[in-house]
């Protein structure tokens, strides 16, 4: 009877602790659940909440005439800024994907932000809490957008023997990022009309190069908004803009027929509108940034007509 009792207890011992194991496993695994969901969240919130600021800051940076302007975004958490680019018609879409790292790992989230109108160069991945942004015009030959450039805190940028007009663009900037000379070790240096750097810059020629990857650039009047765009972006992101640009040079083209249109019913006599077809035919042919320079020549043409009319377009 003894041997009986001691068996039956020890069943109940082994059910007990069967009992509390299971009962342990299950709510540690509930707690690391629950926990991954609140992180997962307070990620979507941050990243969230990155996304809309990010959008009020780029508004005023597409609001300057001529001068460059800057600004910068601090982030709690270290953040990979994606940047995607579609040059499907009309205008295609800019979008900026927003992901965060979380215990040494990228946690992927569903925060983009999409535009129609913005154009954004950097390079394809950009990492850090710091990122800074500045914006310059883009007149071929109206002005077409502002050309927004974005880079991390943690990339420095060096510019070696930059023309004297660079030099005083950047030095007004005051981006710590963006240095003259004098350049760290750790750097990116960018030559001008030199090959021994990581990034070279033909000025005469407008062209960048960055190893065996060229970009080309161009303006009128002097104009520096596309060589910057070059410097700091990812090739396949540059060439996705230039041509999202000329999407809607085409439009504006279209706009200016039509404004030309009533102010001939005003009065004004001044008729360049069969110039401005064959600009937007060139416009259309425009594949990449190499083609720019066939329709450089005819843009500036257009600019001088432009300011001989009695009744000025732009």
């Keep these: 009877m003894k041997k009986y009792f001691c068996k039956k207890g020890a069943i109940e011992v082994s059910f007990g602790w069967l009992f509390a194991i299971i009962a342990g496993a299950f709510i540690l695994f509930l707690a690391i659940y629950l926990g991954s969901k609140i992180i997962g969240s307070s990620d979507e919130t ?26 910068s975004i601090t982030i709690p958490a270290e953040t990979r800024i994606t940047n995607l680019c579609s040059n499907e018609t009309p205008f ?18 569903d925060i983009k932000i999409s535009s129609y109108n913005k154009y954004i160069f950097s390079e394809k991945e950009i990492v850090g809490k710091k990122f800074y942004l500045f914006s310059k015009p883009f007149n071929f030959p ?31 900037l005051n981006q710590s990022n963006l240095l003259i000379e004098n350049c760290p070790d750790e750097s990116i240096k960018v030559c001008f009309n030199s090959e021994s750097c990581d990034i070279g810059v033909d000025y005469s020629e407008g062209e960048v190069r960055k190893g065996e ?42 706009l200016y027929k039509n404004k030309e249109k009533i102010l001939q019913e005003t009065g004004c006599n001044d008729d360049i509108s069969t110039d401005l ?14 083609d720019l320079s066939a329709v450089k020549e005819r843009a500036e043409e257009i600019e001088k007509m432009n300011k001989r009319l009695e009744c000025m377009l732009w």
């Design 213 to 254: 990857e060229i970009f080309y650039f161009t303006g009128i009047e002097n104009s520096d908004a596309l060589m910057y765009a070059a410097i700091f972006s990812d090739k396949k992101v540059y060439e996705c803009q230039i041509k999202r640009l000329m999407l809607r040079l085409e439009e504006l083209v279209n």
């Design 277 to 290: 077809i064959e600009f937007g035919g060139l416009v259309n042919d425009v594949e990449n940034s190499f």
């Design 142 to 172: 109206f002005k077409i957008a502002n050309l927004i450039y974005m880079t991390s805190a943690d990339d420095v940028y060096c510019f070696k023997d930059a023309p004297s007009d660079i030099e005083r663009e950047i030095s007004n």
């Design 46 to 71: 941050i990243s969230a909440e990155t996304g809309k600021e990010i959008t009020i800051l780029l508004n005023p940076l597409e609001t300057s005439f001529e001068n460059a302007q800057k600004t």
């Design 92 to 109: 295609g879409t800019q979008t900026l994907q927003l992901d965060q790292k979380r215990f040494n790992a990228w946690s992927k989230t």
